[in-house]
Each structure stands twice: as C-alpha cells, then as structure tokens.
C-alpha cells in the first residue's frame, strides 16, 4: 500500500527520458507518483482520477502548448499548486505563462537539489495558505483558514476568537480549543490571551500590536513568548 504521509506528485512531460529521471529522483527524494502523462488528455484523465498534491508540467509537448491547458483546468477545477517544467525561458512563453500564476517553475536541465528545493517551498506555502480549521457554535460550523486567526481572548467561561474577518464567540478554554484544533503558531502571552505570532504588527514592551488590538504580555509567559516570537523573526 502506497504511504499516506508522502506527498503525491503527478509528472506530465513527452520526453520518456525526462519524465523518468524525475520520477526516479522524487522517489529518492520521498514523494510517491501517483502518475506520469504524456499529453494533455491523459494528464487531465490523471487529475480526475487520482488526484495529486502537487503537478509538474512540462509546456511544449508534442508541438504545442499543452501544459498551459493543464495548468487552466488546475486553476479551475483543483485547488493543487503546479510548476511548470520548461527548457523555454523566452519572454512571450514566459508572460504567457505568468498568465496562469503557476507556484513554480524547473527549467530543464535540473537536478535533485533544484527539485527538492522548489517542491518543498511550494508545498510548505500552498498548505499554510489553505490549512484551516472549524468553529463549532451551536449547529453551525464556520471554516476558517489558519493565517486569518488573529488571536484568542477568554472571557469568563467563553472564548473570543478573533480572525482578519470576524470575531466569533465560543463556549470553550483557550487552551482546549487551541488543542482540539491543532493550531499552529499560536502562544499564550497572558492567561486571557493567546496570539497568532506570524500575524503580530509590532511588540513594544510587554504590549503586542496585532490587526490595531493591544494585547498584553503577562510576566508568566514573557520569557517563553520572547523565546518563540525571535526564533520566527
């Protein structure tokens, strides 16, 4: 059975060589393909079927463009990032692919270190921005994505949970909520607060400024704060 835990990677190129060489080097690398196509039919045939975490495609298959009608199926239908595997660097098919917003590229020839590079830089963004978690309230769950979440106040037996958006409120303790959703990046600061540190604005003293809110920093969590706010600086 194929590991769950490896990210799947379809390979879309003509070349026989090429797309071996790359699936042999994503093996080694630790990712599973999940497929490798030759054009656009099979590519799109891929997609529906067995969809991937993340494509490479290859521009100018078979004497055209074929890449760029993968890419706009991917940008339509999928929400999967996609590079763009070229030996083309020219000005028109670079703008015209900068026209598809590709989340990167590979020019040919490329190695093991370029792949793992790029493949790990897109991934690692693409799930920051589109990770997200559930607020239950009553019968209604609301979808929020991680990097909206501002930061978390308690007020009595109550939550407040402020994102870029809103601000909903929820019958739960911070540290609960914050366990039970597995989020990342968030630290208490104060026994009424807890914050999103990569959404942070500026930190001044013992008083934190994020989205125009001064929230305070309590000499119980002080040293631990300033620990984990330098490191992400």
Known sequence: MPDKTKSKVLIVDDDVFISEQLNSILEDLGYQVTEIAFNAESAL???KTNPPDIA??????HGRNQGFEIAKYIRENLNIPFIFLT???????VNEASKLTPDG??????NEATIFSTLNIVLKRHRKTNSHFNIKI???I????DDELLFIMSADKYIEIHTKAKKYLKRDTIDHFIQENELKGMKRVHRSYAVKIDNID?????TIYINNQEIPISNTYKEAFKKAYSSFL
Not at 56 to 61: A, P
């Open 45 to 47: 045939q891929a997609l």
């Open 56 to 61: 490479i495609l290859d521009i100018n298959m």
């Open 87 to 93: 030996s083309f660097a020219d000005e028109s098919t």
């Open 105 to 110: 590229y590979l020019l040919k020839p490329f």
């Open 138 to 140: 009553g019968h209604e």
């Open 142 to 145: 609301h979808k929020v994505k």
């Open 202 to 206: 500026s930190v001044k003293g013992s």
